[in-house]
């Protein structure tokens, strides 16, 4: 089972303590050869059947906008290679945001990246696909039916938080690299999510 397997760690965070921190936080053990197998794994079981919309900004990277740069021109290549619906854009990099409960400002004056691609269920459970999923961060919109893939992915950029949550079942940010996820969900549970994973109690 998964939670094995990958010495899964789930638990649902209280929004009390900090209102920046994903619903649900979820660490695993990536493998230092290559981490994407492990990641794909886990977003396969938990989207079920389900297609999904990865989104890529180069504000979740690190500072150094050359390397910005590389691994998100390495993904967007990728995506037209495959011949995947997407919509690309440039926005003014966001001052102050969080992920995975961290607060991150930039003073830099700059311009972010964004691509956003629809992958199909049966592109996604070619196991292939997983090479080419981003390691450095990304953003997973996993959606409650099939989806106009050309309409959502020009959409989502004008949704706000409540409107996303209200339109897919399940957002998870994967930073692939460091082991960890952060879940937000109007419909899913920690049983369900343990249920999903594999999760035994007691050993049983």
Request: charged share 25%; with cysteine; aromatic share 14%.
């Amino acid at each position: 089972m998964l939670f094995e397997k990958y010495k899964i760690k789930l638990k649902e965070n209280s929004s009390s303590v900090d209102h920046n921190l994903p619903r649900f936080s979820l660490s695993y053990r990536a493998k230092k050869s290559d981490p994407r197998h492990v990641s794909y794994n886990i977003l396969t079981a938990l989207s079920e059947n389900s297609d999904i919309i990865i989104e890529l900004n180069t504000d979740f990277f690190d500072s150094n906008p050359n390397v910005n740069g590389q691994y998100f021109q390495q993904f967007a290549d990728e995506v037209l290679s495959l011949g995947l619906t997407y919509s690309r854009k440039e926005f003014p990099s966001a001052r102050c945001y969080s992920i995975l409960g961290f607060r991150i400002e930039s003073k830099n004056k700059k311009n972010a990246q964004k691509i956003a691609v629809y992958v199909p269920r049966d592109i996604w459970t070619n196991e292939s696909f997983r090479n080419h999923l981003p390691i450095c961060g990304a953003r997973y919109y996993i959606t409650n039916r099939p989806m106009d893939a050309e309409d959502i992915v020009n959409k989502i950029w004008t949704m706000d938080g409540k409107e996303i949550k209200n339109t897919f079942k399940l957002i998870i940010f994967d930073y692939t690299f460091y082991g960890q996820m952060g879940i937000e969900t109007n419909l899913y549970n920690i049983d369900d999510f343990n249920k999903l994973l594999g999760y035994k109690k007691d050993g049983q």
